[in-house]
């Protein structure tokens, strides 16, 4: 399995990567049954453990794609994505076709099922990133073990990564008057993605 990424959009830094991932974590993860595809939209973690990098997260028991996981010869596909916006070719100084720009991560490893105590790790995990900084947070040390039992109602998972690749589509390709006209016009565009993506082509051009 591979992604299409044009020389000048290959990245490789996976410490930028991983802070990607990082800010990104609403993922999509896709496996197969019987040769059809099958995906589900999630909220994911990364860590490290040891030498190694795990995407973990949990889905619902009655969703069937947690079952394919089972299958230790198939591989499975995460799909991270960031700011994507319409670049005019309007904004160039000489013709050319209008472009997408975006930022896109796929990441392949394996899967396997974790146990009640991995998951409950997990959910505590979880809960202290999202809740931590509230009122009343509603971290798992809180929570009634009424509410708790509902962990039985999902199935926690846990992705070895084996290979990263990632496509930073951000008009590297273009000359640097171009670059900050680009920019320029991205922060005029009333789309909040264009100004996230202009954003990101800012703080790329100050690295």
């Given at each position: 399995?591979?992604?299409?990424?044009?020389?000048?959009?290959?990245?490789?830094?996976?410490?930028?990567?991983?802070?990607?991932?990082?800010?990104?974590?609403?993922?999509?993860?896709?496996?197969?049954?019987k040769?059809?595809?099958?995906?589900?939209?999630?909220?994911?973690?990364?860590?490290?453990?040891?030498?190694?990098?795990?995407?973990?997260?949990?889905?619902?028991?009655?969703?069937?794609?947690?079952?394919?996981f089972?299958?230790?010869?198939?591989?499975?596909?995460?799909?991270?994505?960031?700011?994507?916006?319409?670049?005019?070719?309007s904004?160039?100084?000489?013709?050319?076709?209008?472009?997408?720009?975006?930022?896109?991560?796929?990441?392949?490893?394996?899967?396997?099922?974790?146990?009640?105590?991995?998951?409950?790790?997990?959910?505590?995990?979880?809960?202290?990133?999202?809740?931590?900084?509230?009122?009343?947070?509603?971290?798992?040390?809180?929570?009634?073990?009424?509410?708790?039992?509902?962990?039985?109602?999902?199935?926690?998972?846990?992705?070895k990564?084996?290979?990263?690749?990632?496509?930073?589509?951000?008009?590297?390709?273009?000359?640097?008057?171009?670059?900050?006209?680009?920019?320029?016009?991205?922060?005029?565009?009333?789309?909040?993605?264009?100004?996230?993506?202009?954003?990101?082509?800012?703080?790329?051009?100050?690295?």
């Amino acid at each position: 399995m591979t992604m299409y990424i044009p020389k000048h959009f290959k990245a490789t830094d996976f410490d930028e990567i991983r802070e990607f991932i990082q800010d990104n974590s609403f993922g999509t993860i896709v496996t197969t049954e019987k040769g059809k595809p099958i995906a589900t939209h999630l909220p994911l973690e990364l860590h490290k453990q040891g030498g190694a990098y795990y995407i973990t997260g949990h889905m619902a028991y009655a969703n069937p794609q947690w079952k394919t996981f089972e299958d230790d010869n198939d591989q499975v596909l995460v799909m991270y994505q960031g700011p994507h916006t319409y670049v005019s070719s309007s904004w160039y100084q000489s013709e050319n076709v209008p472009t997408w720009n975006y930022q896109a991560v796929h990441v392949y490893g394996t899967a396997t099922i974790m146990n009640e105590q991995e998951l409950e790790e997990d959910l505590r995990l979880l809960l202290q990133k999202y809740e931590r900084h509230r009122e009343n947070a509603a971290v798992w040390e809180r929570l009634s073990s009424q509410t708790k039992k509902q962990i039985k109602g999902i199935v926690g998972f846990k992705i070895k990564i084996e290979e990263v690749q990632a496509a930073y589509k951000l008009s590297q390709n273009r000359s640097d008057k171009d670059y900050h006209n680009i920019i320029d016009q991205l922060q005029k565009e009333e789309n909040v993605h264009a100004h996230q993506v202009a954003k990101v082509m800012k703080k790329r051009d100050c690295t």
